[in-house]
């Protein structure tokens, strides 16, 4: 995405003054209301929904989303995007399936540090070649899918081994599922990383205004680095999820993962344009699409309206949530 | 820049020296592809053969259709991740409405008409959601690949069409001085695709928007529809690529479309268009196809699974679009 940006920043005083409006205010809860809303909407629609087992398993389908998206977020809050980790997450199903009989319990590891590693890769390739992210990762989805394909021939590969991924399918406290817990657990760390250094402001700052950024003393290059390691780690970990539920890797199990966590990371009120948005959101947004996934059923809409509903959501959120200060040509 | 002497021994000379890079960059494709072909027909005796020209030429039509389409949004700087959706929609929209097993439908040219139309609705949507809303175009583009496979999902029902048009089928078998008709019909919308990139308002304003939009706004121009109308006409070469993919299926699929999107993107950047648009045209394209399914038929030939094909395609243009970017590395310190 190379989007012209302001050399100077829009003199708005208004805006540096005074607090946020009612309207911001709103706007800005508006995840968490949209969420209140649909479970609100789908108790109505169906009573037996909002009992203990059925948002136990809603939010058990949930984490590897969460996963993806808190990953993906902190690419787009540095301004890009990260378009290959639905790909990524396929692939390192594959490498967690073929390198468990060998390594053992600590596949999990290793599968989230590859997965690091080509994130890494990209990164680099990004910010060292100077090609805009979305095409860097645009081929790097290529890539990974034709690995996938060509390492696992085009098939799924069993995992026999179920005691590698049992501690995944465990319960916290007999209610909430240990993958949906872990998911969690990543998106409060990596929030308390960003919380206690500052890497924080440097993404913010990054964001915002890159050129400006730079100028003030900010590794900008090793924070975008960064940004796309933790992704790439994050599409490891979620591929470890997925093959805890499905009991096999297969070069197209995540595929259609895209759409969903993109989705969640806009629904969640991060500006695509950069720099506005935190991870917490994006677990919010996560948890509105998972609730529209299992939803839409059993409000008796057909599975295909689905994929035209992403479509709408992800074009409306960009749109409520761009800032439109900092562009001044949408390409 | 020229020195001082040369400007006083050649008056000729004070042209702008720029021209010399910008002609070799348009060499540069076709020689890769001259240079491909040599290659693998030293490595492999099957490659060399003319039926195995036809086949290459066969298979490149529905790539080059899309290509025609992805080019002219690319020229404007934007970006187009719609073909798999808008093909979906119109390939199993085509296989509904022309002779098939599901309905009585029987419309033929209309029918096909009538899918392109759609696709073109489609690739209108996605403009205007550019204009209106104000969404970068891969974002749009993102979003209405999503609903055209959900339209084609509805559409699809879970009973696959086959088609029993004799002549939509004819197209992918009947042969024509060496050639299927699809790979005519390839033929006639890069050259359709040349005279409104040409000589069409359309064509010229969308290299403009691409070198320079505010020039062009500030001149006077109504950027927005024409944005709009370049997103619709590329909606209409993915419909027809979608029409295509029906015709040689015999059966109208949802996947249609997948892969082409980032194939079509592949093949204009080796061809010699850049991202960032204001370079390139049709013509350069149809080059790269040429080059993206040679090297792929090639790489079959030697003896590479096929299953390599994307990650070819995007090693390649990961190093083509870093090869563009290198003269201009200083000037483009903001990339996202």
Known sequence: ?331 | MTSPVEDVEVVAARRPQPRRGVSLRDAGPPIALVVIFLVFSALSSDFRTIGNVQNIMDTAAVLAVVTCGITFVLMMGSIDLSAPGIMGASAIAVALLVANNRNDNDLGLIGILVAVLLAAALGCLSGLALVLLKVPSFMTTLGVSAVGLGVATLMFAGVQPNISDAMLKGWAVERFLGFAYLTWIAVGCVLLGYLVQRYSRLGRYAFAIGGAEEVLALSGVKVAPYKVAVFTLAGAFYGLAGVMVTSQLSAGLVQAGKGYDFAAITAAVVGGTLLTGGRGGILHSAVGVLLITALTNGLVQVGVSPYWQGGVQGLIVVAAVAAAVVPQRRRNQVTK
């Open chain 1, 1 to 331: 995405m190379s989007t012209p940006v302001l050399a100077t920043p829009a003199a708005d005083p208004a805006v540096v003054s005074g607090g946020p409006t009612v309207g911001q205010r709103l706007t800005s809860f508006m995840p968490l209301i949209a969420l209140v809303a649909l479970l609100a909407a789908l108790t109505i629609a169906d009573p037996d929904f909002l009992t203990q087992r059925s948002l136990t398993a809603a939010v058990r389908t949930s984490a590897p989303l969460v996963v993806l998206a808190a990953g993906a977020t902190l690419v787009v809050l540095c301004g890009g995007i990260d378009l290959s980790i639905a790909a990524l997450c396929s692939l390192s199903t594959v490498f967690f399936a073929m390198w468990l009989p060998d390594l053992g319990g600590l596949t999990a590891l290793a599968v989230v540090v590859a997965a690091g590693a080509i994130g890494a890769v990209q990164g680099l390739a990004h910010v060292l070649l100077r090609i805009p992210s979305f095409i860097v990762t645009l081929g790097g989805l290529s890539i990974f899918s034709s690995v996938a394909l060509v390492i696992s021939d085009a098939g799924p590969i069993r995992v026999v081994d179920r005691d590698a991924t049992k501690w995944l399918t465990l319960y916290v406290g007999g209610v909430v599922p240990m993958a949906f817990f872990v998911a969690v657990l990543v998106v409060a760390a990596i929030a308390l990383v960003l919380r206690l250094t500052p890497v924080q402001s440097w993404i913010t700052a990054t964001g915002f205004s890159e050129s400006a950024a730079r100028l003030a003393g900010t590794p900008v290059d090793r924070v975008k680095v960064a940004a796309f390691t933790v992704s790439g780690a994050c599409a490891g970990l979620a591929a470890v999820m997925l093959v805890s539920r499905n009991f096999s890797g297969s070069p197209t199990m995540a595929d259609n993962l895209l759409l969903p966590a993109v989705a969640a990371i806009v629904v969640g009120g991060t500006a695509i344009t950069g720099g506005h948005g935190s991870i917490w959101r994006s677990l919010v947004g996560a948890l509105v699409i998972t609730l529209l996934r299992v939803g839409l059923p059993i409000v008796g809409v057909p599975s295909a309206w689905e994929q035209i509903l992403y479509g709408a959501i992800i074009v409306a959120a960009v749109a409520l949530t761009l800032d439109r200060s900092k562009v001044l040509i949408i390409k």
